[in-house]
């Protein structure tokens, strides 16, 4: 893998990994350092590989460049090192003994207590999630200002906030107890969804599906499974979700890197392993009370999953949809419902929901509306077709609009 791919990627995945042990040893008072420290890490990756190439083992030269670095300013900062934390004390005669654990169970626990600081209501839900997205998820800024419709000065702004409020309330990095978990988990959950959607809906112009983060946030989420305090229905349903959609990952690009629309996949190429977990997690989060939107959401993409193309399985896939909305309504949820209406009741009824949808500035939307008016307005699925290829950011997905466009004859 060449290095303007290699970085970015590993960026994504290792990023959070280092910083929240980091964290948890300087403690989020001193949350700059850790991130100062691990930016320079990758820093120096993208200056020493583009000079010398490669490593053999990518991952273990950052851990042990992060290590040497976290010593180095140790070293250089003595005098205050008395004011960090208690950890970092014991090592004040030498600090040649610390030993950095960057081992997959200490980052595994960093990460999941990081999360769990983060989503401390101190700051604002919408605070924690771009703090998170930020450090943990290796989100720039612009992605975080497209994430929540607004501007990158407004996110910059918020997340200075965030971090200075966790400073002021010395919030500590720990796995939090039965109560707080509960007021906290819902945050969790939106942001592993997000690290999980990045992935699958990559916005990244040229990478139509970024798998590793999908893999981490499903590994994120089964840590969660894992442990008896947040082994809960909606981390179950989430986690089928995410079962159901990456079972679609072989058939969803072609050889070429091109996107394969879902009628338009090879049903055998799909993964049965993992068709048959999300069946197992879906059936684990019926073990409760509750119905969030990762059930139904779940039970949606369940049905996403049965190879046979029938009016009951879209007739299913729209009452879901229903009740999705009537959870929490969503333009993008409304746009999707559209699609199964179109499937189990036809395409004119389809386009009048769709008109009533506040999306035109939308790539999806237009690509949908192409869709509904196909045989049945060819000006109409024209225009459409050319609002969606100028909207649309990833070069894959404008790719196989401009292809519909030609195959039309436009």
Partial sequence: MEKGVLIPNLFKTEYRKIVSVLCKLFGLV???????????????ASETWGQKGIPENPKAWLYIVAKNKTKDYLKRHHNYIYNITPQIKGYQVNFEELDLD???KNMNDSQLQMIFAICNDVIPSNAQIGLALRILCGFGIEEIAEAFLTTKQTINKRLFRAKEKLRSANIKIEFPS???????????????YLLF???YYSSSKNTPLKKD?????????????????????????????????????????????????????????WNKDLIVKGEYYLNESAKGNEITKYHLEAKI?????????????????????????????SPIIALNRTYALSKANGKKIALKEALKIDLKHNGFYHSLMAELYNEIDNDKQK?????AIKLTQ???????????????NY
Avoid at 238 to 249: G, P, Q, V, W, Y
Avoid at 395 to 405: H, I, Q
Wanted: aromatic share 10%; charged share 30%.
């Fill in 30 to 44: 001193h949350i700059e350092i850790a991130e100062d420290i691990t930016n320079d890490t990758f820093l120096l």
């Fill in 102 to 104: 960057l081992s997959e």
């Fill in 178 to 192: 039965e109560k707080e978990i509960d007021k906290r988990l819902d945050n969790v959950l939106i942001i592993i």
């Fill in 197 to 199: 959607n990045e992935g």
């Fill in 213 to 269: 983060l999908c893999i981490e946030a499903m590994r994120l989420l089964y840590l969660l499974i894992q442990n008896k305090k947040t082994n809960l229905p909606r981390c179950n349903a989430l986690l089928s979700l995410m079962c159901f959609h990456a079972s679609r990952f072989d058939s969803r690009i072609d050889k070429e890197g091109k996107y394969v629309l879902y009628f338009n996949q090879k049903k055998q190429n």
């Fill in 301 to 329: 993409a369940f049905w996403h999953s049965r190879e046979n193309d029938t009016i009951e399985k879209w007739e299913n896939i729209l009452q879901l949809y229903n009740r999705l909305l009537q959870i929490q309504y």
């Fill in 383 to 387: 225009e459409h077709l050319e609002k």
């Fill in 394 to 408: 990833n070069k894959t997905g404008k790719e196989l609009l401009t292809s519909k466009f030609k195959n039309n």
